[in-house]
Structure formats: structure tokens, C-alpha cells
């Protein structure tokens, strides 16, 4: 075969190494680079958007003692906290972070096939974050209008941030989703063109799979948003009626008419609800993997896996007006949706039981990773089953309005997710700096922050039940029917918050703590199967993979093959380099 | 009605996606008779089947059908409230009338697609002053398309409709405007292209991607314009 990698000449490395500090790391090309650039964004924007939930909890659990946030600046707190943490910080950092420094090492590429696209995505993905910040600082400030951004609220004088922080907003997500796409293009060629010698789709690792499948889903989804958000700015800032219909503020009326709310509720979930898998499909697949390794076995039905992974890409496309059945949409129309919802439940509940499956009978090694993964099937399936509650239109229409939802939701995309990141930033931190994070501190973050998510969130299933509406910014004594209990309940929501949020301080200082002074990790201190662990290099250099690119002999998951020697079958191992138990060699 | 564009939206997608998937079971790395040896700016990635530039762009022609199809999706939906008779509104969409100028706009537009597709014909006969003569007709075709575009939203600012206008009249804008900007996307490719043929030392062989590319592209939003135009028209 007359294959020619450029592994195979001599000159790899002159065409590969940078030479400067600057093209090493800042303009940098380097897949493994520009992943750390994202994930280092990505948490300091999501500490912003954590700082933010943090002052929320202190206006709902003890309204009127904090004179600081006004009505005003609570709502933009819970527009900004939204709107960073599903798409600035866990769009960017699954699919910028981790897709970026996983696709390339787990399938035998010596970087993405378009590295110089692939730095522009980073720069202007930080473009996107500094506009999106520079909202708080406009005339007016930041915008109130809720994540979901509805007009005709978003724009009209009663929002905070009606005049420039909308604007901010929108075209904050517009260059979002150019830096995306840049990155998006990039991410699925490179899984479809520069595997390595062997790896067909479906040895893949279900991570790569994961993230895949979410990227195509972005692509496809993300234009949604980016309709809906040049239209309202037209609507904002040139007096266009595309989403706004005639209306009056403060006596006087607008120049607005005709416009169509609904059209823009339409485009924004059609957006909205692929987003939702956007982020769950990179944890399905990287949580596959975690439970695999740490439990030294094979993923139990890896084929069916990849295809719940399709499958729920797919449907993720005809569920997003469950979202808007208080939308006094058509009984029919809703009535479709439910059920295409409660369909999605299928392929989704059977990863489930493949995950549970995995560690049936598994050699369970309790790591930190381990440990967070396990923690996501339970907060996951918690999140879930509130979901077929909510998917039912009898149901979610007096529910819609109150807690429960946001424990749904917080449950299902948000803690969910993000115990996956941490899982993953603990299982690969190794890889990408060479040390081990330190495995108290990492035990401390888990057990707090496992517990005290549940302490935060089972309880507001409950005030949800009692009818208590969310997006209040307090609740006084106008609302007769909310028992006394309710505002403890509440100081008691808080107070964990505050728990939760303060041991995600441990876990920052773990990060720059262990990246000097960790115990040094070794090349594959999981014992791990996956391509990325059999660099030559521990952190890998640039090309990755030294001399040759590696060859790919079986699937990601031979873990405890019964005769075989040692537990673990790295994927480029051949058939005749084996060795039986038994054997010296 | 709107919920079925919605769904045409959604199976264009599936379409897609569905070709994706049938790449399953290739095997990137293998050689096939069709092979191309792809070279980049840093250093090469060997013998693949399709170069990944292809794949990028019709991956890209999947993003913009989305973009397309949303933006005439949301074009029904607010032309159908704007009727409103389950609504109990009065319509506010008056169809604007359309600058002539569209027509010529059109075929400028048809002409620019002909001569790359006769630019990309003549580099299988190796000749390098016809492609490159097709190549910059092309280009300058397209240019004209743009320019006429701009001159037909001059007659139709000039007669009264603005954006503010209605409905109809903003539509058109951002159509056209969205469907422009993405001509000039590839207009700033084809520029790079002419540029590099300038060159004595760069050979017909390394830019004939660029040319392929940017004819499937130019076929690709001459097909949406007609979509637009004939949307434009009708309603």
C-alpha cells in the first residue's frame, strides 16, 4: 500500500516544532494548545457566570438583607449565568477543550487537518467571551431578559439592558457561533479524514463518537440562533418587526407591528434543544469511557451505544416545542412533541443501563474520576426521570411556571455535564501536564460537590410541587399561598450553594497547585487502552506521535481480556506482540 | 404551513447527516484509484481518498443549507402571522415590488457559475490561460451580480421601502444581504486563487482544489439564490 504519512519521513519534526514562545503558545496551531487556551476561558468565564448564581442565592435566601442587587441586577445575574454556562462554558469547553485535545491523540492524528482555522476558532471564540463581558459595562448595563432572550421583553424599555446590553448579547453569540463553525468544520473532518491506519468509526473511542456526534448536531443547530439573533438585532437597532408586534411601553406606542413572539420561540428551541444534547453527548461518550477504564471493562454494547449516540442526535431535532407548550400552542402539535420526547427517553435509558451494565461484575477502581462518573448516572438518571414528567404537556403546563423545572434542568444539563468535566479534567490532566492532581483535594471537591448539588436541588423538586414560581426575584408576602417553610427551605438551598461554590476554589487551586508540584504521572498512569495514553511523550510534543503514526489492531475497550497478561490491551498493540500469561515474554 | 418548511429544513439536515454516516465503514487511510496527494501549508498528510478541504466544504454547504432554510422558514412563518386570520390580525405584509434589476442581477450570476464551470472543464485540458480567463470572468461576473444587488436595493429604498417598512421589504434585505455576504466569502477565495495563478512557479496542479471548490460553491448559492429569488417573486 503506498501510503505516505509524514510520519514517515525524516523531516517530521522540522515541519512540526515551533520554534518561538509566542507561536508555542499564544498564536499557537497546536490542537493540544489551543484545547488548553479553551478550557482555560472557559472556566474563567464560567467562574463569573458561578460568581453570579452565588449572588442569586444570596437575594433568594435572604431577600431584602443585600441592598447591593437590586430587581434589575438579579435578572441580569440569572440571564448571564444561563447563557455562560450552556454555551460559553460547556459548549466551548467540551467541544473547544476537550474535543479539541482528544479527536487528534484518540484517533492517531498528528493535529487537526486545518490547524490555522483551528487558531482563529480559539481567538475568536475569546472574542465572542470579551464582547459578551464588555454587556456589563455598556449604558444600562447587561441584559435581563432571561437566557432565552424572548421578545418582545428583551428589547423594550421595562428590561434591564433593553438599549446596549441586548446588543452585546447577540452579537456576542453571533461571533460565537463563527468561532464554532470554524472549529465545528474542523472537528468532523478531522474525524472523518486522518484516523489513523486501522481506526475505522467504529473502533473509535466513544468519546470521539460523543463528541462527533455533538459537533454535527452544533453545525445544523447553531444557525437557528444565528437567525434568530440578527434578526432581533434588526429588530433593535433598525426598528424591523420580524419578531416584534405592535405594542405600547409606558403609554406611548411603538413603531413595531406584526411581529411574530412565537416565530422567534420557534427558532430559538429549534437552536435550544439540540444545545441541550450539544452538551450531554460529549459527557455520554467521555463518561462511556471513564467507566471503562476504571472499572477495567469493556463498555458493555458499544455498537448499540454509537447508535443511541445517532439516534439521539437525530431526535434531538423534532423535540424542541416542548419547550413552549404554556405557549398556547395547537393540542395536536403538542401532543406530537410528547411524543417524540418521550421517544428520545429509549436510546437515552438504554446508555443508562450499558453504563450500569459496565460496571456489573467490573474490577471498580473508586479514583476520583471513577468517582464523578459514577456520580453522573445517579444525578443523571435523577435529572432524567424528571424529564418524562415534564415531557407530558398535563404535566409540565402547571409545572413550567416553578422550581421544579430549574432542578430538572440544573440536574439533567447542567451538574450532569459538569461532573463529567470534572471526571475528565481529573482523568486527563495527567496527560496534558504530566502530574497527577492531588487525589485528597480531588476527594474533597467530589464529596462536596456530589452531596451538595443534591442538597441544593431535591429540595427544589419539592418547592416546585408546592407551586413556588421561579424567576421571582423574591417572594413576599403578596403570594399568599407559600407556606413559611418555603423560605427556610430556601436559606437552606443557599447555604449549600455557598458550600459548593467555595470547593470549586479547592479544585482551582488543585489545577495550578499540581501543575507544579504533582506527583509526576507517568505516560499512562490509568493503565488505559486509548491512543492518547501510548505517546511517546508525556505531555505529547507537537505532532504528537514522534517518528511513526501509531496502527490500530482492535477497539478502545479490550480491558481484562481473559488470557492475557496484563489488564489492559492498548489499541496499537499487534496480534502477534501479545504475550499469554505464562510466558516470559 | 410553516411547521412543514420546518420539517423540509429538518430532512435536508437528515439528508446530510445520513451521508456522513455512510462513511462508517471507509477507511480514510486506504488508497483508492482516485487518490490525491494533499500538501499543506504545514507539511503534507499523506495519500487520502477525498482531500479534507472537500469534505470541510460540503460540510460547510451543510451549514449554510441550515442557515437558508431556517431564514425561508422564518420568511413563511412571519408572512403567515402577518395574515393572521386564525389570529384575528389584520395582515401587515405587503408584497414590495421588485427592481428589474434582479434579472440582470440573475443571469450575471448564471454566467459567473458557467464560466467556473468552464474554468474547472479547462484544467483537465492543462491549458493555464483558459482557466485562468474563465477563472477571472467568473469572479468579475460575481462581482457584477454584487454590485447589481447593491444598485437593487438603492431602487427599492428609492421607492419607499425601507427597512421599516413592512415585513416583506426587511426580509428582502437580509436575504439578499446574508446570501451577498456568503458570495463574498468565496470572492475573497477566488481572489487568493487568481493571486497564487499570477504566480510563475505555482503549477495548474496546485490550485485545481481551490478551483473545484470554488465552483461546487458558486453552483452551490447560485442554486439558493434561485430558491430566494423565485420566494421573492411568488410571494
Known sequence: ???????????????????????????????????????????????????????????????????????????????????????????????????????????GARDMVFPYLNMISYWVYLVAVLVLVAGFFVPGGATGAGWTL???????????????????????????????????????????????????????????WGIFMATVLGLLAFPALFVSAIMMTLDCLLGTSFFMPAVSSMGQPLGYNGGSPLLFQHLFWFFGHPEVYIVALPAFGIVSDLLSTHARRHIFGYRMMVWAILAIGCLSFVVWAHHMYVSGMNPYFGFFFATTTLIIAVPTALKVYNWVLTLWRGDIHLTVPMLFAIAFIFTFINGGLTGLFLGNVPVDVPLSATYFVVAHFHLVMGVSPILVVFGA????????????????????????????????????????????????????????????????????????????AAVQLVFLFNLVWSFFKGK??????????????????????????GERLPVVYRWAYDYSVPGAKQDFIPQNVPPDKLTPVGHAH | ????????????????????????????????????????????????????????????????????????????????????????????????????????????????????????????????????????????????FIAGQLIGWQQLHASGYGMTQGPAGAFFYVLTGVHGLHLLGGLIVWLKTVIRMRKREVELIDVRLSIELCTVYWHYLLLVWLVMFALLLFT
Open chain 1, 150 to 208: 424572548y421578545p418582545p421583553q428583551a428589547i423594550l424599555s421595562g428590561s434591564p439592558g433593553a438599549k446596549w446590553g441586548i446588543v452585546c448579547m447577540l452579537a456576542s453569540l453571533a461571533i460565537f457561533i463563527v468561532a464554532f463553525t470554524m472549529g465545528g468544520l474542523n472537528y468532523v473532518t478531522t474525524v472523518l479524514q486522518a484516523r489513523c491506519r486501522g481506526m475505522t468509526m467504529m473502533r473509535m473511542p466513544l468519546a470521539v
Open chain 1, 425 to 500: 479534567l481529573y482523568n486527563w490532566y495527567p496527560k496534558m501536564t504530566g502530574r497527577m492532581l492531588n487525589d485528597t483535594l480531588g476527594r474533597i471537591h467530589f464529596w462536596v460537590t456530589f452531596i451538595g448539588t443534591y442538597m441544593i436541588y431535591l429540595p427544589m423538586y419539592y418547592l416546585g410541587i408546592l407551586g413556588v414560581p421561579r424567576r421571582y426575584y423574591a417572594l413576599d408576602s403578596a403570594i399568599q399561598f407559600i407556606p413559611p417553610s418555603v423560605h427556610t427551605m430556601n436559606e437552606w438551598i443557599s447555604v449549600s450553594a455557598m458550600f459548593v
Open chain 1, 1 to 107: 500500500m503506498a501510503y505516505a504519512a509524514i510520519a514517515d519521513r525524516d523531516n517530521a519534526h522540522a515541519l512540526h516544532d515551533p520554534q518561538s514562545f509566542i507561536t508555542k503558545y499564544i498564536w499557537s496551531q497546536d490542537h493540544k494548545v489551543i484545547a488548553i487556551q479553551y478550557t482555560i476561558t472557559a472556566i474563567a468565564i464560567g467562574l463569573v457566570a458561578l460568581t453570579l448564581s452565588v449572588l442569586m442565592r444570596l437575594q433568594l435566601g435572604f431577600p431584602q438583607s443585600f441592598h447591593l442587587i437590586a430587581p434589575q441586577n438579579y435578572y441580569q445575574y440569572i440571564t448571564l449565568h444561563g447563557m455562560i454556562m450552556v454555551i460559553y462554558l460547556l459548549t466551548a469547553l467540551f467541544l473547544g477543550g476537550f474535543g479539541n485535545y482528544l479527536i487528534p491523540l484518540m484517533c
Open chain 1, 520 to 545: 509526576p504521572s507517568g505516560g499512562n498512569p490509568w493503565r488505559a487502552t486509548t491512543l492518547e495514553w501510548q505517546t511517546p511523550d508525556t505531555p505529547p510534543r507537537h505532532g504528537n506521535w
Open chain 2, 1 to 144: 404551513m410553516n411547521i412543514w418548511v420546518a420539517f423540509g429544513v429538518l430532512t435536508v439536515g437528515v439528508i446530510i447527516w445520513f451521508m456522513l454516516i455512510r462513511k462508517l465503514n471507509t477507511k480514510s487511510w486506504e488508497r483508492h484509484g482516485s487518490s490525491v496527494h494533499v500538501r499543506s501549508a504545514r507539511g503534507d498528510l499523506g495519500e487520502v481518498n477525498v482531500p479534507p478541504a472537500r469534505i470541510a466544504l460540503w460540510v460547510f454547504l451543510a451549514v449554510i443549507t441550515s442557515l437558508f432554510g431556517l431564514f425561508i422558514s422564518a420568511y413563511f412563518i412571519r408572512m403567515g402571522h402577518g395574515h393572521g386570520a386564525d389570529h384575528g390580525a389584520i395582515t401587515d405584509w405587503h408584497s414590495v415590488s421588485k427592481p428589474p434589476i434582479l434579472w440582470f442581477n440573475t443571469a450575471m450570476l448564471v454566467l459567473s457559475s458557467v464560466a467556473m464551470q468552464m474554468a474547472r472543464g479547462a484544467l483537465k485540458s492543462n491549458k493555464r490561460a483558459r482557466v485562468n480567463g474563465y477563472l477571472v470572468a467568473g469572479g468579475v461576473f460575481a462581482i457584477l
